[in-house]
């Protein structure tokens, strides 16, 4: 009469590890409409042109980052004549302040663990050097879990979605353009936050209790 609590307390634990340590699934997700989860959307409307935007954002659960240390801007896209989801500013890594070069990356770190992320990326400005964009998610250690990547239509505009779903809960995500020359430009970034019962059940097979996504 003693063992059966013990069984049911240990239940979820072993499940949650069971849906870290097994092989992680990544699906590609082609627009914001694809998430199943409800989601946190930032725009970075909500300052100046050229605020610094690494910690902006903790209230929200999500800090940015370079590999370099140098601060990462918002940056008012619409002045330059160019074209985003919601105007006027983009997430960018460009050469400002102290920053004495501009970075091809930015990293997302999350203060609670997530398994949908996306946003919109552009500034793809030459093919031949910037062609596609990889967005790739990362467990709590730093290990990859996988990433997606999308080729550019090399129109400047930020206007093209990447985003994945991840069958395992990550910590960190990585947006990376693969050429030498242009900084990373994103805006309308989303990210999904499940509740501890749906990780659970993750390691069931993904028989989770989904939640539709709301505006």
Request: aromatic share 12%; hydrophobic share 45%; glycine share 8%.
């Amino acid at each position: 009469m003693f063992k059966k609590p013990i069984i049911i307390l240990l239940i979820p634990a072993m499940l949650l590890t069971a849906s870290v340590a097994g092989a992680t699934t990544i699906v590609k997700l082609t627009s914001p409409a694809d998430f199943i989860y409800s989601g946190t959307i930032i725009d970075f409307d909500d300052g100046p042109d050229r605020a610094v935007a690494n910690n902006r954002y903790l209230a929200q659960g999500v800090a940015f980052s370079r590999d370099d240390g140098f601060g990462i801007a918002l940056y008012d896209w619409q002045s330059l004549g160019q074209v985003t989801t919601s105007p006027a500013n983009v997430l960018a890594t460009i050469k400002f302040g102290s920053a004495p070069f501009w970075a091809m990356h930015v990293n997302a770190t999350f203060s609670s663990p997530i398994l949908e992320l996306g946003a919109f990326f552009g500034n793809d400005q030459n093919g031949a050097d910037f062609s596609q964009m990889t967005l790739s998610a990362f467990a709590h250690n730093g290990s990859l879990l996988g990433s997606v990547t999308v080729p550019t239509n090399n129109n400047t505009s930020v206007d093209q979605f990447i985003g994945l779903r991840s069958d395992a809960p990550f910590s960190s995500a990585r947006f990376e353009q693969n050429g030498n020359w242009y900084p990373v430009c994103i805006d309308d970034m989303t990210f999904a936050v499940p509740e501890p019962a749906s990780i659970v059940l993750l390691g069931l097979g993904g028989l989770a209790l989904f939640r539709k996504r709301t505006t």
